[in-house]
T-cell receptor, first 112, second 115 residues
Framework: KAGVTQTPRYLIKTRGQQVTLSCSPISGHRSVSWYQQTPGQGLQFLFEYFSETQRNKGNFPGRFSGRQFSNSRSEMNVSTLELGDSALYLC???????????FGPGTRLTVL | AQTVTQSQPEMSVQEAETVTLSCTYDTSESDYYLFWYKQPPSRQMILVIRQEAYKQQNATENRFSVNFQKAAKSFSLKISDSQLGDAAMYFCAYRSIRGAQKLVFGQGTRLTINP
């Protein structure tokens, strides 16, 4: 089976812009979670989607949002980008909410 | 809220030797999952091992094994016969057995393998 894929792999934006990141889970996986990784804050949970519904959300401002489509693919959106949003954004998928998560390669976002 | 602490920012070991990475966690829950993930320079997070808190037996996966001490809230990872490919950041993570998927990660331990 193909693993979790994330597009794009690298992205450069300027402050104030918005960005959309995409994640395609492993075939058959219905849960998709997003994490932000920065040198200062480490790995932090953003949100989880299961069957197109957001099940849990981390402590991030409303500028961070996401959605999941009927084929389980997920997107996350960050509006009004700030310099501090520069990070590696990781997506993880699992069969269900009780199962082990498998991660994608990440999207490296740089905000200038 | 649950927290995970990895007190060793960096560790190094000679190739073929054994190394143990430490992890402690804090939770008021009795059932949960614990994980070790590895992140090599490619940045892809790779699952190393998983432990269910209700299982007393320590999980083992080839050269990787854990020492799970539930009362002490300790979850260390032992890597036997270290190989150059084991060099990576290692993250300990906690997940509640209830509710949605949310991994709480430790700060990570950078493992260097000396040839």
């Amino acid at each position: 089976k193909a693993g979790v894929t994330q597009t794009p792999r690298y992205l450069i934006k300027t402050r104030g812009q918005q960005v959309t990141l995409s994640c395609s889970p492993i075939s058959g996986h219905r849960s998709v979670s997003w994490y932000q990784q920065t040198p200062g804050q480490g790995l932090q949970f953003l949100f989880e989607y299961f069957s197109e519904t957001q099940r849990n959300k981390g402590n991030f401002p409303g500028r961070f949002s996401g959605r999941q489509f009927s084929n389980s693919r997920s997107e996350m959106n960050v509006s009004t980008l700030e310099l501090g949003d520069s990070a590696l954004y990781l997506c993880a998928s699992s069969l269900g909410s009780a199962d082990t998560q498998y991660f994608g390669p990440g999207t490296r976002l740089t905000v200038l | 809220a649950q927290t995970v602490t990895q007190s060793q920012p960096e560790m190094s070991v000679q190739e073929a030797e054994t190394v143990t990475l430490s992890c402690t966690y804090d939770t008021s829950e009795s059932d949960y999952y614990l994980f070790w993930y590895k992140q090599p320079p490619s940045r892809q997070m790779i699952l190393v091992i998983r432990q269910e808190a209700y299982k007393q037996q320590n999980a083992t996966e080839n050269r990787f094994s854990v020492n799970f001490q539930k009362a002490a809230k300790s979850f260390s990872l032992k890597i036997s016969d270290s190989q150059l490919g084991d060099a990576a950041m290692y993250f300990c993570a906690y997940r509640s057995i209830r509710g949605a998927q949310k991994l709480v990660f430790g700060q990570g331990t950078r493992l260097t393998i000396n040839p």
